[in-house]
């Protein structure tokens, strides 16, 4: 990346030389005084070429300036051009003409850009989600991303180089708002001074992720204060510094000029109210290309969200490769080009991190599997898989193809030992994983002679569903060994892992099939059903994902109907101890990276900050930041959904 | 692999300290540094030549049996049994086919829509290039016609050109052969008019059969727009096969066809939220791909105004969300000229007198009065259907005025003078009634419309249009119905198929197009946007469901109860209003939905949405998706690769 920006720079700009040389002066400076500046250079400089790395960091702080002269697009007679009005408690408002007919007499409430105007309008501005408390001036200062520094002395030596990844975002970030070109060059210095107290950089469900941010601007210097406990509080507090800033472009406007303006003064202090706070991603019904998974994972740091739940594969593909068990994609994938490479799973991993996003893979199991399992008989370790692809289906499973693992067969322990290493090795340390667990078609086992004679040995009686549900158990709890096998031989600390809701976990079964200290569930019956309460006072913990509500799929087939981002943000959860947090779902049976974000955003967003900040207000007097959060989504790639005509977008409180 | 990675260890974690405490060091101690980290850097790489070594012979020690897989190689073979396509690994079969190969030889036609005269198809497969393909044109009527042929010709191999793009130069070749060069023939004996119109007779002919070392085609139509749907057949025997990376065409063809309805169509609104050029130009595109003819371009309503006309710019200046919001004459002809290529005519309408906002909110500055009222009135529910409000003023005589310059503009710049659309839905009576108590405002929308239409016969050079449309509404019923000039008025219905007064329309006699909200509106199903109620259409309407609607199968029903004439169905259109919609979704929520309707549209064959139609469509789909359309899939991809097994 800093190569190409190098190479735009001096391809481009009019930089002089005495700017580079301005930036050179300015990093050894810094290499002086900031180890971290230091440690970057010594990462990345190879023997005596220190300088050029320098050059090359530098030139990450210059993305595309430009110094050409603008010229002053003149007026047409015909010109529509608005002006919004903030208005208390209501939001931006357009005036009623087109701004060449009126009296420049424009007082401070009056502003050129919608997108500046909802930045300071009201008490949270244009910020998504909702910060616990915000005090946001209506006054705005210039700024360039060229003049935006990072203070990094405050932060331990062990979180450095990650913190320093995650403050490489902003900059792009506050780009976007411009399309890319921020025409006016200011040179305000803007210095962000992060505080983190903590070294840990892992990511679980009990990283602390409050943070505290304070914007002030004294005499031509805007200094940022953040301060937070880890540097995942204070990535969190880089994307609210980012949504502080917004472009000075009207809205729908042609006009080539564009310049940045950041909220000159503000205080906030923010904390999340769930630890999980997820979303959901199938990738088995359709592939789904990386850069559109990853492109999603953008969508989530901008929402706050930190747990991408990976539903990687199903009955229907197999598209993650495993080093150990190269088969799986051989057997599995869509085509050689349809796979998600070991190489590019790490690399998804920590491009999320850098996000405060944690990857946690599923492998569903023991029902939704298929493809990919079907080697065994070649490779004599027998039916891995049982009911692959078999036709007529309806008995067999919920929807084609079918598929299940075999729990007779002692080498699908092994098998799924080896994929379990893979991930172990994959994912940060403590590793989570989840284990599926859901929809077992007890009559493809009871169909399959080799499970039914296992269940004789066992003495499961096959003509009962307690006998199925005794072997279900039995599959989960081999499973669970394999994975704290894998585990144990990283050196890693046993951990919980993650299963759906099923009959298995019915609160009058689950105590005893599911250990209460190795089991998250995660529960996906609607929201009449009574379990997620049962589960939480039997203390079971549990992530919420109610299919009625927070599923991104319903509405195009079936009786299922469709929840728009209102119905989505309505539904409120439990707070409980044992109550993590919940998701949302995108299952891709009917959809592919063709539709994928305008069926995720911002539906995806309005259950973030449901999550995150559990307002109380109405869902009304969210829109108008809705909106912003939506433009905001579009400015950084994401093809977020309409919510409404642009007119409303342009009257807040006027479509209700 | 234990000791390098020990050792790798140490020196980080000496490192790490080393940097730690150098907050304040000397630039001497960077230059000692720098010698460490040489140091360092030549470990580091020893360690890492030593692990990929070791990760290297891991590998081959736990290389499974197949190589097969390595590499570029394809997994999956395709082979036709019992007339299907089933999946095979290509470690099974001895031939290597691909889906789209297997599709194309198995059974079914690929074609879409299906076309209504006999087809036969050859089961062997020829290489073509893009390049390969000739014009030659045998018989055209005028210059014009001639024109557009090559141009609708190069747009064909573009096409084509663009599916070669995706083929990976490292594929094996193909065993098909050296690639033949396809000679096409056209003879258009029959209007010398290119355009589409209300008359144009869209049947052709298409025969493909080898010839020596090449292929020859021949189309044959009555009109250009015939001549390139037989191009646009002529290209979905044409695909790219993955494998061989190389165009297969079917060596031999003979398809008969002709459309059953002269009106298919799909609408667009511009004016809830705006959509760049480039996205009419794509829709334009997945249009012509499903021989759709019509493109209503629902331009204005209440929200904004996006159209600048030369006639009157205040609207747009007015009525626009912004400056880069706006369609400029220029990009309204390129849009044109666009679809003309591609046997599309463009249907500019500009609502009235109802769905009208602060676009025409300049009167009385202007010294022209006020031309609507109600702008923006609130509350919004007592004056219109949804926020903001706002209607025409119909005793201003400077609206028609007006609207005759509007009128003559859009004529003039989508050359379209046999058919018009006014809009004229949903007007609020009480809107009008608060200004004009006198006046029962039924009779003022029906004077309206009269005055309307005299600008608008005024606007064509004193002609009315043939067909001249308005929204089915109150005015659409009796009484007022009876009133309404029959001999040129049209009704586009979209109520309920089930309303009586749908029905009432058709039963009068009325020339109709139908859009039914039931069956083919492409916006339902997304929940309320508005406060007030929980959407105005209901669940979703899918393909399957747009596909086998067929509302003029009642029409026995009618005629025997003695309710009327014989009804006048032109066609049909699927509806992308866009409250809810926004450029970046538009593709997947309307392709391949307005596919579906355009085969019902063109074909008409009795057959429900069965196994055949999602073959077909699947593929339908894939050529969107190669044209840059990014459609919606039908299933799991699982379900393409094995097709029935879905079924």
Redesign the interface.
Known sequence: MGSDQLDAVNGTSGLNPKKWRFFLELYVIMTMEYSSVLLITIRASMAGLCRWALLAIAAVQLVACSENVVEEVVAHTYEPSWRYKCIADEGCERTTHPSSELASNASSLVFNSLDVCRTVCGRFGGLWPRPITAAIGMQTVKIHPNYLRFDLQNVPADALSLMVEMTKLVGPNLLAECDGVVTDMVETPVVVYLNVKSADITLTWSTDEEYMLDVQTKEDQISVHITATTIYGARHALETFAQLVASDRPDFSDQHSCSLLLVSGAKIRDRPTYPYRGLLLDTSRHFIPMEDVLRTIDGMAANKMNVFHWHVTDTHSFPLESTRVPQFTRYGAYSAKEIYSAEEVRKLITYAQVRGVRVVIEIDSPAHAGNGWQWGPEYNLGDLAVCVNQWPWRHLCVQPPCGQLNPANQAVYRVLGDLYKDIVDAVPAPALLHMGGDEVYIECWNTTEEITEYMKQQNYDSSTTEGFIKLWAEFHSKALKAWDEAVEAAGTPKQPVMLWSSELTQAARIAQNLDKERYVIEVWEPVSSPLLHQLIKLGYKTVSIPKDVWYLDRGFWGTTKYNNWRKMYAHTLPRDENFLGGEVAMWTEYIDEQGLDTRIWPRAAAVAERLWSDPTASVYSAEPRMQRQRGRLIKRGLAADAISPAWCSQHDSKCF | MSVSGAQLGVAMKWW?EG??R????QLSR?AR??RA??LL?AAACTAAALLYWRQQSD?AA?????A??T??????SWVCRNLRCERL?ASETSTLQSLATCNMLCDSTQLWPQPTGPVSLATAVQPVRAAGFTLQVLASPSRDVSDHLAEAFELMKEDMRQLERTAEPERRAADYGAPRDVLVRVAVNGSADPRMRLDTDESYKLTLRPARNSLVADITAHSFCGARHGFETLSQIVWMDPYAGSLLILEAATVVDAPRFSYRGLLLDT????FPTAEILRTIDAMAACKMNTFHWHVSD???FPL?LDSA??L???????????YSPDDVRAIVRHARLRGVRVLLEVDAPAHV??AW?WGP?AGLGALAHCV?L?P?AAYCGE??CGQLNPRNPHVYNLLERIYAEIIQLTEVDDLFHLGGDEVSERCWAQHFNDTDPMELWLEFTRRAMQALERANGGRTPELVLLWSSRLTRSPYLERLDAAHVGVQVWGSSRWPESRAVLDAGFRSVLSHVDAWYLDC???????SSDGHCG??R?WQQMYEHRPWTEEAGSLSSGAGQAWRVEGGAACQW????????L???VWPRAAALAERLWADRAEGAGADVYLRLDTQRARL?ARGV??????????S??PH??L
Not at chain 2, 22 to 25: D, G, N, R
Not at chain 2, 271 to 274: I, L, T
Not at chain 2, 578 to 585: C, I, K, M, N, V
Not at chain 2, 630 to 639: D, S
């Open positions: 790490g940097v730690g150098s907050a304040s060091a960077v540094m720098r980290l040489l850097a590998d736990r290389r499974p049996l197949h097969l897989y590499g570029v190689e394809p997994q999956w690994l004016a809830r939220n705006f209440s929200q904004s600048r710019p205040q747009a200046q007015h009525g626009a969300y912004g400056p880069g919001a706006v906002g602060r909110a500055q923006e609130e919004w926020p903001p199903g997304f929940g309320s946007w508005r406060d669940p979703y899918s866009t409250e809810q919609l926004a450029p970046g979704g593709d997947a929520r998706l990014r459609a919606a899939p039908l299933w799991p991809r699982w379900c690769h094995n097994a879905c």
